[in-house]
């Protein structure tokens, strides 16, 4: 029988709520499959502030580390938001997790379920079988150049950089490059070229990597223009591959193209352990009333099945499962449709797993 152990770190707010339904699910994968997962739950953000006084404990990085895959849930909330900059969640624990782990790709799906065609706030006719993937950059860029803070004669003076060096970008476009080999063949990088020094080294630097993929089109596209294409014809895009801040911006711009943000699942590779999240928040507005969409946790251990353990039926289970429950009319409350029944996270997580069988 095969083994993996999984840190599950379900972090603030909405967190503790959309993890366990993603649990559940992997148990009853595990069972199917005969894989036998460990769970190992660990303190982060907020939640880990509050119990040790640090957003990101030595122990919880340790357990990561050990640990062949982690699931979190989200990070960050109203009463952490005061804080010096690198006690924040975001800053003090989300970040250096990443940088930590080497997960310098981020990997997020977008795929409208045909169920979910009029939950989208866009048309029909512009989101119905929308099916693009962004992969974004994600331990270098604006995130993470130098950044200061000081003081002047009238104020204060606020420093972020945005750097990228030529080997951190071949390694990212390489992985859209073949990401995009995989599938429909085009690869649309994104970037601000027009304006920005590093944007240059970006288009230069794909544009001569196109070369070793002569089977992948590859176009380049503003980043204001990107915004403006995705809800203007959303179906032209295969991968995107873009900068961190410009595929953070993008992506959930791009999860209403799915219906909702809590649609929108993604994965966290590079190094060797990879990290699954959904891409939304902690949603401080919905935490603790059981209406959280799980679906994008649940997806993300699809995501996690798939890349981290090549266990690619059991995360095409899970896809299967969410499809299906879809289409017998369940929904969250953050899916608008008319006519459907709107069950809280816990039960959507149980329909879920009842599909497992
Ligand atoms: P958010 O994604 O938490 O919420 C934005 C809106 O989307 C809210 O109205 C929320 O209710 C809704 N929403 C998000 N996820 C949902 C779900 N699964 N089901 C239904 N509705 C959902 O973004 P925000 O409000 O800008 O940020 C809140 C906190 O989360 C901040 O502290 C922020 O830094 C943090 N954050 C963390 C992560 C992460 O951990 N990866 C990602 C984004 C934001
Ligand atoms: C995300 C989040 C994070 C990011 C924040 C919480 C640091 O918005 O995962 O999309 O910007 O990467
Ligand atoms: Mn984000």
Redesign the pocket.
Known sequence: MVKYTIAVLP?D??GSE?VPPAVNILKKIGIKYDIAFEFKEALIGGAALDAVGVPLPEDTLKVCHQSDAVL?G????PKW?TLPTHLR??VGA?LPLRKDLALYANIRPVILYPELVSASTLKEEVVSGTDLVVIRELTGGLYFGEKKREKTATGERAVDTLVYTTEEIERIARLAFETARGRRKKLTSVDKANVLESGRLWRETLSRLAAAYPDVELEHMYVDNCAMQLVRAPKQFDVIVTENTFGDILTDQASMISG???MLPSASIGGQVGLY??S???????AGQD???PL?TILSAAMMLEYSFKQVQAAEDIKQAVASVLNKGYR?G?LVQEGKMVVGTQEMGNLVAGEIV
Do not use: F, Q
Request: aromatic content about 0%; glycine content about 20%.
């Open positions: 972090g707010g909405i959309i979190l989200a990070i960050g909330g938001d969640p975001e989300l909702s943000i809590g999240e959904p939304h928040g902690s949603a401080p507005d919905i209406k959280a969409n994008a969250t953050d």
